[in-house]
């Protein structure tokens, strides 16, 4: 089975309020979205 992921984009802001790095989170929804798929054939 294929792994499904959502990845979230943030800046990384310095004291100044200015962007000085990127913070990059991925997160595995496999389960969740196969826990979804089969709620939506249930009805």
Do not use: C, H, Q
């Amino acid at each position: 089975m294929a792994v499904i992921s959502a990845a979230r984009l943030l800046p990384y802001r310095i004291l100044e309020n200015m962007i000085d790095g990127l913070v990059i989170t991925f997160m595995d929804i496999t389960v969740s979205k196969k826990l979804e798929m089969e709620l939506r054939t249930k009805n």
